[in-house]
């Protein structure tokens, strides 16, 4: 009978989908679990359970190789049972995250990133993230996968190239929550094909949807419409379908849906658009403008759990909080693309150890932190799970080997040069590279 914890299991086998430097990158992987601030990659050298010389840092980043398509099904298989559902859906989630890189000269496929208009645009790269929601009124979520933003590519079409994997992998329901950026047919087309997974995506206050065309005339010439007249989300022209309002703490939260519509480039994605006003105690409102969504589940589905499945996607926003502020997810500053990459994984993987601890690790909140009662406890989070880390890996042990002595390496051979690099030109793209399909 196998007694390994899910965290051991879990270990093994994250150590047999490293192709090289298996046993250094696992020391990597949990001197980036315990550490809680990461300047750069090579200070994960003096953490404990890091047992090699500091070069060998550079060694796992540079040489360092891993099975993404296997690690990939080895996350999903790797969610924990206790991951909650909202009306029967599993909840995802998918986002991007920015890589600056304005000094490195000699990254290829430098973009350049801008995060507001006050804001100037920084090159660098931007990587796509899809993580399943694990518990509601919690920051923790599960990474299922991680890929760069290429350019050739755009934000919607690797979304969509990860939420087709992610269908392919079951039929369960799932659902897959998305910000604006994300609303248009590059994205949502996916949904077409995959019937048994359903898009909670944010529209703009200004956006345009269309109603189903009226029939054909019998005996009529000519293609049958594929349009109805425009819904305008900033004017509605008709009565909405449905109407909720609940209480989420201290606002009062008015739903109003409008079935059956449709986006121009997709009339065969039919979906609901769902209006969200939060309104304080003395009924004014909370936000200037409405939160607008676009859903395409069955209408069953209650508005409210509707509006809370999107609600919940701020999960992702803290995840990448945290993996910047405790894992150093940007502190990589190497120029060799494959070094960044592994070093994403390696900041998933870290995370997926806090993720697969966090019902075992011991609460260490020092006295002055507060403290919940008995009788209503509150999960920790990943913060807290990190402060009691360390106790718990050296009591657990590790799958990688120990280090053996090697002697000092040989360095550069006399008389050789090194040619210069090559510099890359920032890309730009443009708006319609954007919006068009390849």
């Known amino acids: 009978m196998d007694t390994q914890s899910p965290l051991q299991q879990f270990r093994e086998k994250v150590s047999c989908k490293f192709l090289k430097r298996s046993d250094a990158a696992m020391d990597l992987i949990d001197a980036l679990t315990v550490a809680g601030h990461v300047e750069s990659p090579v200070a994960l050298s003096e953490e404990a359970p890091f047992r090699r010389k500091f070069s060998m840092v550079y060694d796992v980043l540079e040489n360092g190789d891993i099975d993404t398509a296997e690690l990939g099904q080895l996350w999903y298989e790797a969610q924990p049972a206790t991951c909650e559902t909202l009306a029967g859906y599993e909840v995802y989630a998918v986002d991007t995250t920015p890589n600056p890189r304005p000094d490195a000269e000699t990254l290829p496929e430098r973009e350049l990133l801008k995060k507001d208009r006050d804001t100037p645009a920084v090159p660098g790269w931007k990587f796509s993230w899809l993580v399943r929601l ?132 997709l009339p065969d994605l039919v979906g609901m658009a769902l209006r969200v006003e939060f309104l304080k105690a003395d009924s004014t409102p909370r936000y200037k403008r409405p939160l607008w969504l676009f859903w395409t589940g069955p209408l069953t589905v209650s508005l409210r759990e509707v509006c809370l499945m999107y609600l919940w996607r701020f999960a992702i926003e803290h995840a990448f909080r945290f993996l910047k502020q405790h894992f150093g997810l940007n502190a990589n500053q190497s120029t060799n693309p494959d070094s960044i990459h592994l070093w994403m994984r390696l900041c998933a993987l870290a995370y997926w150890q806090l993720v697969l601890m966090r019902n075992e690790v011991e609460d260490l909140r020092p006295p002055w932190h507060s403290h919940p009662r008995p009788e209503n406890p509150r999960p920790l989070t990943p913060g807290q799970v990190q402060r009691g880390a360390l106790r718990f890996l050296t009591r657990l042990g590790t799958p990688a080997s120990s280090p053996r002595p090697a002697g000092k390496g040989h360095g550069r051979a006399s008389g050789y040069h090194p040619q210069p690099r090559k510099r890359h030109p920032v890309l730009i793209k443009s708006q319609k590279q954007a919006t068009s399909a390849p």
């Open 134 to 265: 694990m518990q509601r009124s919690t920051s923790w979520v599960a990474p299922l996968d991680v890929q760069q933003v290429t350019a050739e590519s755009t934000e919607c079409q690797t979304g969509a190239e990860q939420v087709k994997t992610l269908g392919q992998r079951d039929q369960r329901p799932k659902v897959v929550t998305a910000d604006s950026r994300y609303f248009g047919h590059l994205f949502l087309g996916v949904f077409v094909i995959l019937k048994h997974l359903v898009a909670l995506v944010r529209m703009r206050h200004n956006s345009t949807l269309y109603e189903a065309p009226t029939p054909k005339p019998p005996k009529s010439k000519g293609a049958p419409r594929k349009h109805g007249d425009k819904f305008k989300l900033a004017n509605p022209t008709r009565d909405p379908d449905r109407t909720e309002t609940f209480v989420l703490g201290t606002l009062t939260v008015v739903l109003t849906a409008w079935h059956s519509l449709h986006l121009r480039k």
